[in-house]
Structure formats: structure tokens, C-alpha cells
């Protein structure tokens, strides 16, 4: 099936594109490697593919957060900084399709929202995402931005 993007964790890629394409982004070292690069690659003419009969165990985040009665994915502030940072680098991109950006940038707002109002330590959430948020408006990136 045809898809924007994948998470880089269950890529195959073959190696001829990654020498057209690039490589992953190391600045952006942790959140939105892989939607990147796989924009990029399809801004090169590339396609990208899921393979639903796929099976992959992987772990998305620290434990859940439940909250009127359903559970919630959470990361620790510091990884909300590179979450809102690299989503902030990811907008000013001109190859990234603008209904995605749009989408994105909403889904982020009521995220990080949540995470400010309900996972707990709340000021450390807020005080992370807003550096990432600055960062990412100022083009800065690299793992050790915010820490």
C-alpha cells in the first residue's frame, strides 16, 4: 500500500536510493527522522510502500498516561523538545506537502497541549516544547539543542 511515510525502525531501504536520496537526517536525531527523509524521497520521485502482512515489535514511548478512561502514548519533556523542534524544522520545508504540514501542525497543538495540562511534570513539558517550538522557528537542530 501506498503511504507518506513509514517509521525508519521497519525500513528496507535499498542502498542505490539512499545514494540519490540521501541519508537519514542526523540533526534531527530523534523525532521525524523518517517522515524527512521519506518526504524527501518522494519529492524525489520515489515511492514509499507498507506491507501490511508486516509484523514489527517495537516501543513507541514510556509508559502511558491514562486519562478519562483511555491510555495515551508519553515521552519524557526532553523528547517533547525534539518532537515540537524537529516539527518546527519539518514546516519550513518547501517540498513537504502544505495539507500535511496543516494536519501535522494541528495534531501537535492538541498533543502537546494535552501533555502540558495532563502528564505530569507539566511546567518541565511546557518548558521544553517552547524551546523546541523557538528552536525549530530559528532552524537550530543536532541532538544536544536543549538540554
Known amino acids: 500500500m501506498e503511504v507518506d511515510h513509514l517509521i525508519a525502525s ?36 520515489y515511492r ?23 491510555e495515551y502514548l508519553t515521552h519524557s519533556p526532553q523528547r517533547h523538545y525534539f518532537h515540537a523542534r524537529n516539527a518546527m524544522l519539518l514546516y519550513r520545508e518547501p517540498w513537504v506537502p502544505l495539507n500535511w504540514k496543516l494536519v501535522s501542525a494541528w495534531r501537535l497543538l492538541l498533543k502537546m497541549g494535552f501533555h502540558v495540562l ?8 511546557l518548558e521544553k516544547i517552547a524551546q523546541g517550538f523557538l528552536h525549530g522557528l530559528m532552524g537550530r537542530a543536532g541532538s544536544t539543542s536543549g538540554r
Open 118 to 125: 495532563v502528564t505530569a511534570p507539566r511546567l518541565q513539558h
Open 48 to 70: 514509499v510502500y507498507g506491507v501490511c502482512a508486516a509484523h514489527l515489535e517495537h516501543r513507541l514511548g514510556d509508559e502511558p498516561e491514562r486519562f478519562l478512561g483511555r
Open 10 to 45: 521497519g525500513c528496507l531501504i535499498p542502498m542505490g536510493v539512499l545514494g540519490h536520496v540521501g541519508s537519514m537526517r542526523e540533526d534531527f536525531f530523534i523525532d521525524f527522522v523518517d517522515v524527512e527523509w521519506c518526504f524527501r524521497a518522494r519529492h524525489a520521485g
